[in-house]
Structure formats: structure tokens, C-alpha cells
């Protein structure tokens, strides 16, 4: 199950008795549960063993509450930076988008991104993602993944940063 900005709700409200049931070892039948608010006739709850949650969260948005210290000790966390690396190269590059236009952009996105996080304003955290760069589907011709189509969506960013 993947929860898309996990960080945004109110984690006791969301899992209810199911917060318990993501502790490593209370996921077998043993430690089952009963619901607060059963169907008829249901019996205790417990999570299935093949049942994997991945949450995500944007750590940049700074209006956002810190995740409650019940979710945290639930979790495990990982960091996922930019990566303008030659996976992304490749996988843009497939799709039928212009070389040259890729390279440049892995390099000066790289660059701003190491700018980024040497600033004590802003930070890791505010370092810009490959996603903004990496198209949906296979163009048909080079042409949607060209210098144009770049400083469109630098001036996109720049208007979500506010700027």
C-alpha cells in the first residue's frame, strides 16, 4: 500500500487500531485485534503478513507538522534525492528526447542542486528533483524535450518556489 504524503494526516485517526498492528511483531494472528467499529459478526484484525505500507512525504514543506513520534517508531525512513545520474540519462533518452538537451540538464541541475544544498536558507531539502525533467511518456519526435520545453518548466519551478 503506498500513501502519498503519509505526513499530512492524523496517523490515530487514519489507522486506528491498524498503528499497533504495524510493530514488527504484531503481525501475525496472535496479536490480533479487535476493531472499535467491527462489521457484524467480524472477529479480531490482524495485518497480513504480505501487506508492505510506503508512505511518502515532502520534508521541504515546512507548514507540515512533524510526524507523530507513534508513526515514526513504525517506520523506517529513507532520504530519495534528486538523481540526475545516467539511469535517468538513459530512461530520457529512450523516450526519444534530444541528447545534448539531457546532458545539459544533468549537468546544470546537478550544479544548482550542490548550490542549493550548501545554503543554510535552503538546504538538501530544497534541492530540485529529476522528476521535473523526466517526461511521462515516449515523444514522437525530440521536439517536447527541447530548450523550450527546459525553460518552461524552470519558469514552472520557479513560480512554485514562489520566485
Request: charged share 25%; hydrophobic share 40%.
Amino acid at each position: 500500500m503506498v500513501i502519498e504524503e503519509i505526513n499530512r494526516g492524523n496517523p490515530a485517526q487514519i489507522f486506528g487500531e491498524m498503528l499497533t498492528l504495524l510493530e514488527h511483531d504484531k503481525r501475525d494472528p496472535e496479536n490480533a485485534l479487535n476493531l472499535a467499529y467491527p462489521r457484524d459478526r467480524e472477529g479480531p484484525f490482524h495485518r497480513s503478513s504480505n501487506l508492505h505500507l510506503i508512505g511518502t512525504m515532502n520534508v521541504a514543506d515546512r507548514s507540515l507538522a512533524p510526524v507523530d513520534m507513534a508513526l515514526r517508531r513504525r517506520l523506517a525512513f529513507f532520504d530519495l534525492g534528486p538523481e540526475y545520474n545516467d539511469a535517468w540519462r538513459e530512461f530520457v533518452i529512450e523516450r526519444g528526447y534530444n541528447e545534448s538537451v539531457v546532458d545539459r540538464i544533468a549537468v546544470r541541475m546537478t550544479r544548482l542542486n550542490e548550490v542549493i544544498e550548501a545554503d543554510p536558507n535552503l538546504g538538501k531539502d530544497y534541492c530540485i528533483g529529476h522528476s521535473y525533467f523526466t517526461p511521462g511518456s515516449v515523444a514522437a519526435t525530440g521536439e517536447y524535450f527541447s530548450e523550450r520545453w527546459c525553460v518552461r518548466v524552470i519558469q514552472l519551478v520557479r513560480q512554485a518556489a514562489g520566485g
